[in-house]
């Protein structure tokens, strides 16, 4: 059964860099039928997407964000990372692994609550 | 940039249809997706490509698309589908959009 589970540090401090891992277990990150996804939701808030990697590598982020992001794939691990440097209090959300497949988020991860504190 | 609206709250009654809409410009010429979310859990997927249901969708779940107007529709709502629920659509092939979301109550 196909499943995603986040990692990564839960609080942060200004200015620093976020780093998460997806690790994905039933489920080859390189087949081609997939994309995978990073999506993020502020506390009481809605969803916002942050961007995608495709099988091959090939990514693709929010315009408002593609300066201070970066999706990469492992394909050793079968693991697929985000990493978002600068980060601010607007950052602090929980932050979503998500496989795309058909145009739709298929499977999600459990979400990683990130806080961007002092 | 492209943006999906959604109304903040919609309310029915047990057992009644409920219908959520979701607009954008020509978002019908886009596909559509639907998202339900209940506290402290993950968005699950409830309708792909406008109008496809994954496995283990109930049935009561459906969606359309057209014109500047997708929606999704819940018939015989019961008690279990009060939930937040998302639309999202591309924008563009490499742009997802997200709706704001709306909260639907089952009287």
């Known amino acids: 059964q196909l499943q995603l589970q986040e990692s990564g540090s839960g609080l942060v401090k200004p200015s620093q860099t976020l780093s998460l891992t997806c690790a994905v277990s039933g489920a080859s990150i390189t087949n081609s039928d997939y994309s995978w996804s990073w999506i993020r939701q502020p506390p009481g808030k809605g969803l916002e997407w942050i961007g995608y990697i495709s099988h091959s590598g090939s990514t693709y982020y929010i315009p408002s964000l593609k300066s201070r992001v970066t999706i990469s794939l492992d394909r050793s691990k079968n693991q697929f990372s985000l990493r978002l440097t600068s980060m601010t209090a607007a950052d602090t959300a929980v932050y979503y692994c998500?496989?795309?497949?058909?145009?739709?988020?298929?499977?999600w991860g459990q979400g990683a609550m990130v806080t961007v504190s002092p | 940039s492209y943006e999906l609206t959604q109304p903040p709250s919609v309310s029915v009654s047990a057992g009644q249809t409920a219908s959520i809409t979701c607009s954008g410009d020509?978002?019908?010429?886009?596909?559509a997706a639907w998202y339900q979310q209940k506290p402290g859990q993950s968005p699950l997927l409830l309708i792909y490509q406008d109008t496809k249901r994954p496995s283990g969708i109930p049935e009561r779940f459906s969606g359309t698309n057209s014109g500047n107007t997708a929606t999704l529709t819940i018939s015989g709502t019961q008690a279990m589908d009060e939930a937040d629920y998302y639309c999202q659509a591309w924008a563009s092939s490499t742009a997802c959009v997200f709706g704001g979301g709306t909260k639907l109550t089952v009287l």
């Open positions: 020509k978002l019908g010429d886009k596909y």
């Open positions: 998500a496989r795309l497949r058909s145009d739709g988020f298929d499977i």
